[in-house]
């Protein structure tokens, strides 16, 4: 039986599908049997985030509307035989599925595979109900700003009144050059006023760009700072003790002068 | 001359994650308050059970709300009081 974890915001474009798709590779890295459930129906995404676009045959609502076997909807990935995606429609919208359905969606994928990995769609809506509703841990990604932050705290709430505690967090984007200079709210702010357990950070990467071009996920194809922060989640999640990352800086004045004297 | 000192090595004297923080924390107080709508009425019973160890009041009128200011938040409760009990009782479990 594996685990349902669900990726969530609130916010958009902090960077959910980009972790789906870097913490899912990162497990089958380590010869885990993962699948990525896409839960925003109507905008899909994370297919072209894994490279995976042109293989879609059918999606997650035909499967729960029957007009396909499970098995026949699920893609497996390019490079790693024990990834899979399950994508969403892209012509229909989030009330094509019910929280009940997602629930038997869920465990009947948790019984194949030893990570389900749902991407959340934007908001609080529909779609943020189907994604949670199957899921037993739910991660929150959110950036060093004032609107992320706020939505990251509006869902604690919502995750928790729908019976799902102890959500963790994963700081995405942050610029250790802005942090140094106090114009970034730095980790133990934003811990400190969401109050939940910190799970990663991830710095700014300018990689992260690049391997979406590619369709090829960070953690796959490079040894960058994002690429590490992410095999570092990934390692947590497996119970290991890993670390917190050091955030580099790597434009301040004094890690130039480092580098020039090499010390 | 201090101050171009700290601009030269990027401190700035009014960081602006420090107005970051402080406007979350106000939003927060708001929005946790509004969104959640046991939290309002569990606050009032609870005002209610402690306040009736002394007085007796008029639960059916009485008003808890947050008021805001620029920069800060403050809890007002306007609870009409019926009448005063004799002595402090405090209530043995």
Known sequence: ?263 | MFDLIQKLFGKDAACSKDVAKERLRLVLVHDRADTSPQFMEGLKDDMIKVISNYMDINEETMEVRFAHTENSVALIANIPVNHMKRGKRVVKE
């Open chain 1, 1 to 263: 039986m594996g685990d349902v974890i669900v990726i969530t915001s609130g916010k958009g474009g902090v960077g959910k599908t980009t972790t789906t798709a870097n913490l899912g590779t990162g497990f089958a890295l380590l010869g885990k049997k993962v699948v990525l459930v896409d839960a925003d129906i109507g905008l899909r995404n994370l297919d072209v985030v894994m490279g995976l676009e042109n293989r879609i045959v059918y999606d997650l609502v035909d499967v729960v509307e029957g007009n396909c076997r499970l098995k026949q909807a699920l893609i497996r990935d390019k490079r790693y035989e024990s990834l899979y995606l399950l994508p969403a429609a892209q012509t229909r919208d989030k009330n094509a599925v019910n929280p009940e359905q997602m629930k038997v969606l869920c465990n009947e994928l948790r019984q194949d595979f030893d990570l389900v990995i749902i991407d959340c769609p934007a908001g609080i809506e529909q779609g943020f109900k189907n994604a949670i509703a199957g899921a037993d841990q739910a991660i929150i990604v959110t950036t060093p700003e004032v609107s992320a932050v706020r939505d990251a705290d509006r869902i604690i709430g919502l995750l928790e009144s729908e019976g799902k505690h102890n959500p963790k967090l994963i700081i995405n984007r942050i610029r250790p050059n802005m942090v140094r200079k106090g114009d970034m709210m730095d980790i133990d702010d934003i811990i400190e006023i969401l109050a939940i357990d910190l799970l990663g950070i991830i710095p700014e990467d300018d990689y992260i760009i690049i391997s979406t071009n590619r369709g090829e996920p960070a953690v796959a194809s490079s040894v960058s700072a994002a690429s590490v922060a992410y095999k570092n989640i990934v390692r947590r999640l497996l119970g290991e003790n890993v670390p917190l990352m050091k955030i580099e800086d790597n434009d301040g004045f004094f890690s130039r002068l480092k580098k020039v004297f090499n010390f």
